[in-house]
């Protein structure tokens, strides 16, 4: 556990300036094996400290990649000249931000060590079970890989919190061809928040999930391109839970919001169906842990759920304490940093889609003609909310019934119009977590929803 050696520190934090001081250790394994043979085997840790430091609307930061009293000193000392050279320079009106109740949030805990030995031994395992079940397999990845990001933070207005973000997962890659030779692949994670010990305590269990995988492989061997154009389908809850982060999660956080994303007039106004409601939670959603809990961020903020979508209305954004200010918001922490010498950015943290009411059957028997779309193997999307994602895995839909898989395929639209034609939503819900958001930084998120009656523009061929 990452040792507190900055609360002493408070002392010496320059008077009528705000200040944040966080110490912070990311450690990763990872270990990859390609048709058997082994491709990756590290193993690393970064840590160090940093200080940011307000003053009338400018920051000074400063890190380094060291923990004594030293360097502890040494970066406060730098933020603090930075930030009143700057206040100096700039010259804004006096600005404060609203302090916080002083509050302590300490959610760490000890966690065991994992052997490199463990992750190879447990990826050579699973391995084989593929390859001695599935020999005419074009191809065959086995990848796990564990992540922790600890964190100590202090700031002058009386936050402290500890945090500790494990996670851990198992990445399953099959390849085939089709008969004409086309090369077609499947990608799946297991796994989630925790070390990787407590999420795979038994290779066996994953079996039936790779035999699963490998049937919707087969089934897209004999698959068809599908027809273009704007179609009736039925996104299912990781396609929904990419469409929530991509296409409009980043369209309201505040940073963006200022810079001018589609958002930004949009306040108070209809941005989807009646159906919809999107919320960033913070660390419980329905009673359970979210994929990735955030207790504060890393200004000191205490996390709370931040609604976005209400019932089709665009009721809010996430915000750092800085654009909380700005837009008259309460800030709920959205601010985050992936490494010791970053600075905290605005960032979702676990955002969904909430269920609705409709079975999915019923869903899919109302579709004539579409197609029901289960997986994505990327996604992008700009600050107008337009997004295209990538399709690997889905059906057609005739006549109420599911029919042929589909072939890879695209599908894309505005985010807040394509919303608006929501008109089912299922009331089961699926989370996905294995991946980053690549914003300036990376960062661990959590996202995920409902299976969504919609209407798309689909590419073919």
């Not at 407590?198 to 079996?207: G, R, W």
């Not at 989807?272 to 809990?293: Q, R, W, Y």
Request: aromatic share 8%; glycine share 8%.
């Amino acid at each position: 556990m990452l040792k507190d050696n900055i609360s002493s520190h408070k002392a010496a934090f320059a008077p009528n300036v705000h200040t944040e001081l966080r110490a912070q250790c990311n450690t990763s394994a990872a270990v990859s094996l390609f048709c058997g043979n082994q491709t990756a085997n590290s193993r690393s840790e970064t840590r160090g400290v940093s200080a940011r430091v307000f003053k009338n609307g400018v920051w000074g930061f400063s890190s380094a990649a060291d923990m004594s009293d030293e360097a502890i000193r040494n970066v406060l000392t730098a933020a603090t000249e930075n930030a009143l050279f700057l206040d100096g320079k700039v010259q804004n009106p006096p600005v404060t931000l609203p302090p916080l109740a002083e509050k302590e949030i300490l959610t760490a805990k000890e966690l065991p060590t994992v052997e490199q030995k463990f992750y190879t031994e447990f990826c050579r395992t699973v391995d084989d079970y593929i390859l001695k079940k599935y020999p005419n397999l074009a191809s065959r990845f086995v990848s796990s890989r564990y992540e922790c990001i600890e964190k100590n933070l202090v700031t002058s207005d009386g936050c402290s919190a500890h945090s500790l973000s494990p996670r851990s997962y198992l990445y399953v890659q099959l390849a085939a061809e089709t008969a004409d030779g086309t090369p077609i692949e499947l990608f799946t994670p297991f796994g989630g928040y925790g070390v990787f010990t407590e999420n795979f305590t038994d290779p066996a269990l994953l079996y039936p999930k790779i035999d699963d995988l490998y049937e919707k492989l087969m089934r897209k061997k004999e698959g068809v391109f599908p027809e273009a154009g704007t179609k009736t389908v039925i996104l299912d809850g990781l396609l929904a839970g990419m469409l929530a982060h991509e296409a409009v999660g980043h369209t309201v956080e505040a940073d963006l919001v200022l810079g001018g994303s589609v958002a930004a007039h949009s306040l108070n106004k209809r941005v989807a169906s009646e159906l919809v409601t999107l919320v960033d939670f913070a660390h419980t959603a329905f009673g359970k842990p979210t994929p990735l809990p955030v207790f504060a961020d890393d200004e000191g903020t205490p996390a709370e759920d931040a609604l976005l979508i209400d019932r089709g209305i665009l009721v809010g954004y996430m915000n750092s304490r800085e654009s909380a200010l700005h837009f008259g918001m309460k800030p709920q922490g959205n601010a985050r940093a992936f490494a010791f010498s970053d600075e905290p950015l605005i960032r979702m943290r676990n955002t969904a889609i909430l269920p609705g009411t409709s079975k999915l059957s019923d869903m899919i028997a109302s579709v004539e003609d579409g197609y029901y779309l289960l997986d994505t193997n990327n996604g992008q999307a700009d600050t107008t909310g337009e997004f295209m994602f990538g399709v690997c895995m889905g059906y057609e839909i005739k006549k109420g019934k599911l029919g042929r898989a589909i072939l890879d395929t695209t599908i894309s639209g505005v985010a807040f119009d394509m919303l608006k034609t929501v008109d089912m939503v299922s009331d089961d819900m699926v989370w996905a977590s294995s991946g980053y958001c690549g914003k300036k930084q990376p960062m661990p998120v959590g996202m995920g929803g409902p299976a969504l009656r919609c209407k798309v523009t689909m590419g073919g061929r």
